[in-house]
């Protein structure tokens, strides 16, 4: 993947709540992240980056896919009965989310790329 800012979050200073964009390339060379609105800056441990470049890794993969995705479903049960919902559906519905406890703080990272289309 390039070192373009994919992932975000939002800035954990309550009056901020600026989306902050950054990359996975950014964090690994140990830069500092700031929130470009208040100044808060986030620096991320070595544990929180092997999670956040697998969570990049799965969705990438989940990218490359798109082909077979229409032959791809996930099914539930309820009460006996399975319906099927074809995964690409799910792609075209849903940003792609990974959200990880961090000290005291829930972060949401969200993966800054449209979902699929139909």
């Known amino acids: 993947m390039n070192d373009y800012d994919t992932l975000e979050f939002l800035c954990l200073n309550e009056e901020c709540q600026n989306a902050i964009p950054f990359s996975v390339l950014m964090i690994e060379k140990g830069h500092t992240i700031i929130c470009s609105r208040c100044g808060k800056q ?3 441990d070595k544990t929180l980056i ?3 470049k697998k969570f990049e890794k799965l969705v ?16 539930i049960n309820i009460e006996g009965h399975e319906v099927k919902l074809p995964y690409r559906l799910l792609l075209t519905r849903m940003n792609t989310l990974l959200t990880l ?8 990272f969200k993966f800054r790329v449209e979902p699929l289309n139909t």
């Open 60 to 75: 990438m993969t989940v990218r490359e896919v798109q082909d077979i995705l229409g032959d791809t479903y996930v099914g």
């Open 42 to 44: 986030y620096i991320f």
């Open 101 to 108: 406890n961090v000290g005291e703080h829930k972060f949401a």
């Open 50 to 52: 092997e999670k956040i």
